[in-house]
């Protein structure tokens, strides 16, 4: 029988206007937890793509003194370089499929971030900043997404520690959801929306699991997960990639307590990380956003209630949680 012909492709919802990645390449990729309901199951050194890349296919782009490697996913989201193709399937549009998808593959085939030390984590972030100011300029990049999962119930399918880069040629709809809130709180109040939520937060104090100089980590008052935690800077920073040494070390600092008071106090639950940041266009003003990074922990199922209605249920009080996290030693 004749192999049905990978698909890769982006389409839009006429309704909601969100862009989905079809990328049917992608269910060839290895999963070293299928057969597995160990969340952190090890992939064995031996059998291992990120253990030594370039002898398992993967194409290094860039290695650096602390043993970090960047790699061209083999089983990319998004590819190509042909960004403006539209095309239409009856109400749908269509296009080509667009863009980079590189794998920052860290040295410690074992240790997650919340076990590392902060001259580690701070090196990972680093990686993240050159790529992120290498990919910028690259054609179809008109927004970059940078994620980590951890645990195969945040998508995790090499146990390997490693972060994902994605430069693609749309603006994601929850990236557009909160640029467009951003924008109209800055017309109604005159101030940006994260500065007064973090000078809230600042002042009441309840929700505050760690800050230093320049960052704070913080349970959003109105959370979308159970114990998520979001890092700001202090200051009004509007881009990621215009973030200078020192206040890098601090969001690495910042990173690493969060995610090791998640690992210590809940178990070592699951969970995906990401960074928010406008989008590459340097023609709009983006000054009324602020950049920042959430960890969402994997600790709960959705129900009908929530993919029926996008809304969320979270079972834990926010300052509850806050106080739980606070009070872990890491």
């Known amino acids: 029988m004749e192999n049905k012909k990978e698909i890769s492709e ?5 309704v909601s206007r969100d862009w989905v990645i079809i990328s ?6 290895p999963d070293s937890f299928k057969v597995s309901k160990n969340i952190h199951e090890e992939t064995p050194i031996s059998l291992c793509p990120f253990e030594d890349p370039k002898s398992h296919g993967n194409e290094i782009i860039k290695s650096y003194s602390s043993g970090i490697k960047v790699v061209n996913n083999k089983f990319p989201i998004i590819k190509g370089n042909i960004c403006n193709s539209e ?3 009856g109400p749908y549009l ?10 920052v ?6 240790k997650s971030f919340a076990e590392m030390d902060i001259k580690s984590v701070f090196e990972i972030v680093s990686v993240y900043y050159d790529r992120y100011n290498e990919l910028k300029n690259k054609e179809c990049a008109n927004y970059i997404l940078i994620i980590h999962n951890h645990g195969r119930e945040a998508g995790a399918s090499v146990s390997h520690p490693h972060s994902q880069i994605l430069a693609i040629p749309f603006i994601p709809s929850d990236i557009s959801r909160s640029l467009s809130g951003s924008a109209i709180y800055k017309i109604e109040r005159k101030r940006c929306v994260h500065c007064d939520i973090i000078e809230w937060e600042l002042k009441e104090k309840k929700r505050i699991i760690f800050e230093n100089d320049n ?5 959003p008052y109105v959370p979308r997960f159970s114990y998520e935690i979001r890092i700001f800077p202090k200051n009004h920073l509007v881009f990621f990639e215009e973030a200078n040494n020192l206040e890098l070390k601090d969001f690495a600092e910042a990173l690493r307590v969060s995610l090791a008071k998640i690992f210590y106090g809940l178990g070592n639950p699951s969970y995906n990380f990401f960074i928010h940041t406008p989008p590459t266009d340097a023609e709009h003003d983006y000054n009324f956003y602020h950049w920042h990074l959430e960890i969402n922990p994997r600790i ?4 009908g209630f929530e993919l029926g209605t996008g809304g969320e249920v979270i079972n834990t009080d926010p300052d509850e949680a806050a106080e739980f996290l606070r009070n872990i030693k890491v």
């Open 215 to 219: 960052f704070v980590a913080l349970m």
């Open 87 to 89: 095309k239409r399937y």
């Open 10 to 14: 982006l389409r839009q919802d006429p």
């Open 105 to 110: 593959i860290f040295k410690d085939h074992k």
């Open 94 to 103: 269509i296009k080509d499929s667009a863009g980079y998808h590189e794998v």
């Open 300 to 303: 709960a199922i959705w129900g």
């Open 24 to 29: 049917t390449g992608r269910s060839k990729r």
